[in-house]
């Protein structure tokens, strides 16, 4: 099983323009994203998805592979399908968040081993939650799971709803899950995600991964106890 790690890196970031690029204690995030990645043992080989001239001088330089996409693709898995097709011999696609500078390699082998059971489509990492300021926070996609660990529904709100318990009960009542938005892609089915016109669910939750759902793709879940930081906002450095 060949499987290429890919790591989309766009410069127009609504909220932090040019993060890619920004200094880290003397390297690039990129850099250090692409460096955490290069020391998962289940990787075959890690590229760079960029369509910023300035980002691929920056790869250039400290030794990285990139290759260089279009512009106008909506998500990071637009950009993968379109950087997969430049490597046909590889199995499985590893979607990794270009804005993690500290991601944990073992979460990128997590996803991988999704993919030694045989006809899995599409992997992600979900993570036990703990605290009444992540359930109810509509920024953190929650996630409920069928017996096979398949992920049947995202959603910003909290879910499933306890309507025989008050909500400062519910940690103690059922354990709730939240998204971990790493992902893996089997080859064939990431070319056919691409296609897929977006869907009614994804629009009213903006969550890409509901289209797969709503067109009967099965994503398998690894639970994860790894979470590390993304730089979202300029102000997400001082987390750092």
Known sequence: MKVLGIIPARYASTRFPGKPLIDIQGKSMIQRVY?????????????IATDNE???????????????????????????AEVSRHFP???IIINIQGDEPFIDPQQIDLVVSCFE??????????KA?????????????????NSKQEAIYFSRHTIPYLRN????????AHQFYKHIGIYGYHTETLQEITKLAPSSLEIAE?????????NGYAIKTRV?????????TPEDLNKI
């Open 165 to 172: 318990a008050e909500k400062e009960q519910w940690l103690t």
């Open 35 to 47: 460096e955490q990645a290069l020391k998962a043992t289940s990787l075959s080989k890690v590229v």
């Open 206 to 214: 903006s969550l890409e991964q509901l289209r797969w759902i709503e």
């Open 129 to 145: 939650i703990h605290t009444n300021e992540e359930l109810f926070n509509n920024n953190i996609p929650k996630v409920v799971m």
């Open 89 to 91: 011999d590889y199995d």
């Open 224 to 232: 994860t106890t790894i979470e590390t930081i993304a730089i979202d």
């Open 117 to 126: 059971q045989a006809g899995i489509q599409l992997a992600t990492l979900v």
């Open 54 to 80: 300035l980002i691929a001088e920056a790869v250039l330089n400290f030794g990285g592979e990139f290759v260089m996409t279009g512009s106008a693709h909506q998500s990071g898995t637009d950009r993968c």
